[in-house]
């Protein structure tokens, strides 16, 4: 399944991110795989396109960035896989 983490920095916390990042890379645990991360230049905020079967695997991440990044995650579809489910209810 795909989830969409939305991030921004905690407030006083912007370099802190920053070196975290660079020193790790922002990987994520195993049993989860990037598909994309995007970021607002000049902004505090970005999005981790991230795929996993296991959501040990989101807390586990989550659980890494608390203290620097405010986190929402969201899961996401494709529009196939949206196009298939109106389908399936309107029946077009």
């Not at 020193?23 to 905020?45: D, E, I």
């Amino acid at each position: 399944m795909k989830f969409m983490v939305v991030w921004k920095t905690v407030p006083g916390k912007y370099k802190t991110a920053v070196d975290q990042f660079l020193r790790t890379g922002g990987a994520v645990p195993a049993g989860a795989k990037t598909l994309g991360r995007w970021h607002v230049p000049g902004s505090t905020l970005g999005w981790h396109l991230i795929e996993a079967s296991d959501l040990t695997a989101l807390a586990e991440s989550a659980a890494e960035w608390a203290d620097v990044l405010e986190l929402e995650t969201y899961p996401v579809i494709e529009d196939a896989e949206a196009g298939a489910a109106a389908k399936k209810v309107y029946g077009k």
